[in-house]
């Protein structure tokens, strides 16, 4: 029994030390030896050897394409993973990038969509050491073979009768055809203002991937470097430093760009699983979905193999065989399965969203929880689970756990919390959901100044959003841009200022007879009036929450009617007033169901006038005309509205300055 225990011992330590021993092989020099770096590029990049004759460069300062350069190059990429943020159904990103030895991460990559877009964000870690360092060694070898012979056929010197075989002559050219020792200037796209081009400088083809185009030269600046602006600026960096030549090739192989997934997904097995619509189309995982990712517009769909993936496939056979690895992921050696002709194009999934599996908390919103007492209030989850993974969902605040999509919790303060949902399910991670919200009193302000503060980057679509900004608590009265600064324009109505952690904008305005006082979570339409501090103000159209005496100014939601009269029984609540004269905008008739609006503009100008009647939701014109006035008085103006559709609408008039003057609610009935 000791003697069989001991063997058992024995064994289960000599098959430990086996393991360690195979996984400390497989080093990059496993994948690719320095040795056979000659045999793959004979015929590389040489200064002094232009003709093709296969002379190697004579010293490592001449050696562009090394094996030095290349194995530098996978080594300082292996230091760099990419946060991956982006909104389901887009290709609207935020990108992170993280050194992986000090620690220090930078956002280099922020779409405006993603910003507006309130679509589901998908996380991903991207971890540039998964370049040839992914999966068991036949499979490191095999995508380095793919990555191999895609670089080969873009900077390929070789013909079908070129010495030693047309597919030897891979790594040849260092930059495009035709801009190789001149001073050419192309591929500059001055429309692109994230990266635009740098004075006098061309971004033509440079490196083994052969990067062009000044948006590319900026985006994998950003990797390498985490800086834009180093290859903007010097994009001649690229053919200067063989090691920068190949670190741009590894960021172009591991990029995602949404549709498409990275080079390197393509060609790990169950990295990339098509959808059924995929797979009807033609696309499936392997060398031929490589191609369509860097150049699949131009080489595949045909209903036969374009000659230059055909060149890309002999590539790729050469260095399959000299590794001696399969062509396919399956073992497979078909070389008619490499390409993508009848391969489809990949295109943005509209659906993806309700394919991922998701929670969101529904409640609170806007990361807002009004209430009026540290009473218990609900938290509540809603749940997207397609394919039926999570089994249970957990929501966690205060410390405290409760089981389930909803739970109650008792705010102790009027301050900010944050709440952390969590989907169990088997075999794989919790899919998780955090929101930071603000408990705040919208009778007496306290806690706004833990409301979400107003971001310029961020579309406000949805009318009545609570921000801070500039310690004055704002709510938008409808589509809120980043050119509407609260405070600015109308756009943005004043509900209080916010001291320290409560404010002066909250409690009820003394009554005026049988006018109420104002109330801050009362809602007030069109006509209605109520009292505060001893005036009268009359809605012009639908208010929640906007101060009377801070929202009164032309255009805006109150219109002041008058002081509180000594007999004050004489104002009653639905007396009529006629609108005042000195506003800058005056509509009628309003509301209007007839095909013609007739507006005044009271502005002391000759300038043209933009008139723009917008959606209340989108902000987005319906109709827009140009006027010229005729004189610096008033303005009579006729708008013809019979396209228009019954509804709500904001008249904004403006000068060819983008000067507002005013604007005012118009609604549109039969």
Request: proline residues 4%; contains cysteine; hydrophobic residues 35%.
């Amino acid at each position: 029994m000791k003697t069989r225990a001991f063997l058992r011992r024995s064994m289960l330590a000599l098959l430990f030390l086996c393991c360690v021993a195979t996984v400390n092989a497989q080093t990059f020099s496993d994948v690719m030896a320095s040795a056979d770096w000659n045999v793959f590029f004979p015929h590389r990049f040489n200064p002094d050897d232009r003709t093709g004759a296969g002379t190697l460069p004579t010293t490592a300062a001449k050696d562009f394409y090394s094996y030095s350069n290349f194995a530098t190059a996978v080594s300082r990429m292996a230091n760099i993973k990419i946060i991956s943020e982006r909104r389901c159904g887009t290709n609207a990103y935020r990108l992170t990038r993280v050194d992986k030895t000090t620690g220090a991460s930078i956002v280099i990559r922020t779409d405006a969509d993603f910003n507006i877009s309130t679509n589901m964000i998908i996380t991903e870690t991207i971890d540039y050491a998964t370049f040839a360092g992914d999966g068991d060694l036949t499979v490191r070898k095999r995508e380095l073979m793919a990555f191999l012979a895609n670089i080969s056929q873009e900077t390929t010197g070789g013909w079908p009768t070129a010495p030693g075989g047309q597919y030897a002559w891979g790594l040849y050219f260092r930059e495009e055809v035709g801009y190789e020792g001149t001073t050419n200037i192309g591929y500059r796209d001055e429309t692109n203002t994230t990266y635009p081009p740098a004075p006098g400088k061309s971004y033509h083809g440079r490196g083994p991937i052969q990067l062009s185009y000044n948006y590319n030269y900026g985006q994998a600046s950003e990797f390498i470097f985490g800086d834009k602006n180093v290859l903007l600026a010097n994009p001649e960096k690229v053919i200067q430093d063989g090691v920068i030549a190949f670190e741009t090739g590894i960021w172009f192989w591991m990029a995602q760009q949404y549709p498409k997934p990275s080079c390197h997904d393509v060609m790990i097995p169950g990295k990339f699983t098509p959808t059924a619509e995929q797979l009807a189309i033609g696309l499936k995982p392997g060398f031929g979905a490589t191609v369509n990712v860097i150049n699949g517009g131009v080489e595949c769909g045909g209903t036969t193999e374009n000659t230059k993936v055909l060149s890309r496939i002999g590539h790729y056979q050469r260095y399959t065989t000299l590794k001696q690895v399969s062509l396919e992921l399956d073992g497979g050696n078909n070389s008619a399965n490499c390409g993508c002709a009848n391969m489809g194009r990949f295109s943005i999934d509209a659906a993806e969203c309700s394919k991922v599996t998701s929670l969101r908390f529904s409640s609170p919103a806007n990361g807002i929880l009004n209430v009026t007492s540290l009473s218990p209030v609900t938290l509540t989850v809603a749940k997207n689970d397609p394919r039926n993974e999570i089994s249970q969902v957990y929501i966690t605040i205060n410390g405290q756990t409760t089981a389930g999509t909803s739970a109650q919790f008792t705010p102790t303060a009027y301050k900010s919390y944050t709440a952390r949902a969590a989907g169990a399910r088997t075999g794989k991670d919790s899919v998780v959901s955090t929101i930071t919200f603000a408990v705040y009193n919208t009778a007496t302000m306290e806690g706004c100044s833990y409301l979400p503060v107003w971001d310029a980057s961020k579309i406000y679509e949805t009318a009545g959003t609570i921000v801070l900004y500039n310690s004055v608590v704002y709510r938008n009265q409808w589509w809120a841009g980043a050119a509407d600064i609260p405070g600015s324009n109308t756009t943005w109505a004043v509900v209080g200022t916010c001291t320290g952690n409560g404010g002066n904008g909250g409690g009820n305005g003394e009554s005026c007879g049988t006018v109420a006082g104002w109330a801050i979570g009362s809602i007030y339409v069109s006509g209605n009036q109520a009292a505060y501090n001893g005036k009268i103000y009359k809605a012009r159209w639908w208010t929640q929450g906007e101060r009377p005496d801070l929202n009164s100014a032309d255009g805006q939601v109150w219109q002041f009617i008058s002081n509180c009269p000594s007999s004050a029984a004489r104002i009653g609540v639905n007396t009529a007033i006629a609108g005042n004269a000195t506003e800058k905008v005056i509509v009628y008739p309003n509301p209007v169901a007839g095909s013609t609006l007739q507006l005044t503009v009271n502005a002391n100008t000759q300038e043209k006038l933009l008139i723009s009647l917008l959606d209340v939701k989108t902000g987005q014109p319906v109709l827009q005309k140009v006027y010229t006035p005729g004189s610096k008085s008033a303005q009579k103006i006729q708008l013809d509205i019979s396209h228009v559709p019954n509804g709500v609408w904001i008249l904004k008039v403006s000068t060819e300055r983008a000067e507002q003057i005013g604007t005012t609610k118009v609604v549109r009935i039969q």
